[in-house]
């Protein structure tokens, strides 16, 4: 449209002009010796005009001539970063479906070929993200030292550098050098919020409890962390930061925790142990009872039930309220038995424990009960208690349905195959061999003994007692017990 326009003008432009000429019938004369030129003033005009317009083209014709090798220079970049685009957006793209080893040959090529100092970092970067990746950590090693040397001294892409060789680092366990990289990259503010996301990582595989609490914190104000995630973070570094405090941080630590946070069962568990370590029992008890009147944990139960017997009423009244709206939680039963035996309760005690047995057995109802027992003096029942105890703490190992073979005694110079000619009342009731052992039969029968080969006197002389000697003498028999030997575990001299 805009051509029709001009061209509309032009024509107009040129009536316009042969109008005016045609009134001015003057002459244009040139001399110039020897010639002599003589024009109308119409052509005249026009000669100057097609002059100007010839010129004006030969001089944009001239300047085009002269700036060809800059627009070749352009040209030669568009089309190389038009393929280092190409060679970036597929590698990433290989990177992103799985493809590691395509992406590294792109990626590599890229990094060979461009003269662009940021797309030789961002392809050192990626070409390195697939080699870590691939779990070639040698040769990714060697990419980032070219993509730290591309980087030079831009700021810019330094920190891109360091941040993704940080990350790559703690994904090695390697946080001690994550860190140094990191650290530098944290300013004032706090902005750089996958830095600090890194650097939560860092100081949680190091163990630094209080730089976790403090990431954390910072990054849940942010909305930069998933809050069940960083309340879990928050637990673990309270807990740990718990165990080792002293009084003189006890209120700055316990008063920066939330209401909820404080009841929560980790942090309470915690908590009473600190105050307890600091000998501060009331204190403690506070803290229990607390979590407790929210959420009925075995753990704080347990440590509830742990306690001086001054303190055992005070403690059964309060677990009483709870069992009214819990009356069948085995937990909170073994807490009231065992805080029961702490004050003397013994039919009270005996009542609860066999209410948390009936619900649930384990080692510590079981060992309970051996104890309460064994104040009473029933000896059988405590016996009987601990061996269930010990059953219970057994049950996820494998059984053992065979006997226990006797020892090698073949080479003991003091054993020796039992005599046939030793008269049968002489002969031992009992395996006199330290490897004897007796098995108790499961339906409660008489222990039955295991025949070894009798004992094979020493020989006469003065080398009878040897280290050798000694060693099948007192060495005691991995898996048996000595006490059930024929000589009760004691040591035999069979010297003459």
């Keep these: 449209m805009r051509s029709w326009i001009w061209t509309l003008i032009l024509f107009a432009a040129a009536v316009a002009l042969a109008l005016v000429l045609r009134e001015h019938g003057g002459n244009v004369l040139i001399i110039a010796q020897p010639w002599r030129i003589e024009l109308s003033l119409s052509l005249a005009v026009v000669l100057a005009l097609v002059a100007f317009l010839a010129l004006h083209w030969l001089l944009r014709a001239l300047n085009w001539l002269a700036n060809s090798p800059g627009r070749l220079r352009a040209w030669r970049g568009r089309r190389a970063q038009k393929r280092d685009v190409e060679l970036l957006e597929r590698g ?10 395509q992406a590294e040959k792109d990626l590599s090529n890229l990094l060979s070929r461009t003269r662009s100092a940021d797309r030789k970092v961002l392809a050192g970067l990626s070409a390195a993200r697939a080699l870590h990746l691939l779990g070639e950590t040698a040769r990714r090693d060697q990419v980032l030292q070219l993509a730290q040397e591309g980087a030079g001294q831009d ?11 940080a990350e790559m680092y703690l994904d090695q366990n390697r946080a001690e050098e994550a860190l140094a990289l990191l650290e530098p990259l944290q300013d004032a503010s706090s902005r750089f919020l996958h830095g600090t996301r890194l650097l939560l990582r860092a100081h949680r595989q190091l163990g630094h409890a209080d730089r976790v609490y403090a990431l954390t914190r910072l990054l849940l104000r942010r909305g930069a962390i998933d809050a069940t995630q960083a ?25 920066d925790l939330s209401a909820d946070e404080r009841l929560d069962p980790d942090v309470a568990l915690a908590g009473a142990q600190a105050q307890a370590r600091l000998g501060h029992p009331a204190e403690s008890a506070r803290i229990l009872e607390a979590a407790l009147g929210r959420q009925l944990d075995d753990r704080l139960l347990r440590l509830y039930a742990q306690c001086d017997p001054a303190w055992a009423g005070q403690r059964i009244g309060h677990a009483e309220l709870w069992l009214r709206s819990n009356p069948d939680h085995p937990g909170l039963l073994a807490a009231l038995g065992q805080l029961c035996l702490a004050a003397q309760l013994w039919g009270q005690g005996e009542h609860y424990l066999e209410r948390s047995l009936a619900l649930r057995a384990d080692t510590h109802i079981h060992a309970l009960l051996g104890n309460l027992h064994d104040a009473l003096g029933h000896a059988d029942q405590a016996l009987r208690n601990w061996r269930l105890a010990c059953q219970a703490a057994d049950a996820d190992l494998p059984a053992v349905n065979r006997l226990l073979p006797a020892a090698d005694t073949s080479d003991d110079p003091r054993f020796k195959e039992t005599d046939d000619t030793m008269p049968s009342d002489l002969a031992p009731s009992v395996p006199p061999a330290a490897s004897g052992v007796y098995i108790q039969d499961e339906t409660g029968a008489d222990a039955v003994p295991i025949s070894v080969p009798a004992p094979k006197p020493p020989q006469a002389g003065p080398g009878a007692a040897s280290t050798e000697d000694d060693y099948f003498d007192t060495a005691p028999i991995p898996g048996v017990d000595m006490s059930q030997t024929s000589d009760g575990g004691a040591r035999r001299d069979f010297s003459v």
């Design 231 to 255: 309340r879990q973070f928050i637990r673990e570094s309270t807990a740990q930061r718990l165990a080792v405090v002293e009084e003189s941080g006890w209120n700055a630590l316990w008063g």
């Design 92 to 101: 990433w793209i290989h990177v992103l479906e799985g493809r590691y080893v």
């Design 155 to 165: 700021s810019r892409l330094r920190q891109a550098v360091d941040t993704v060789m």
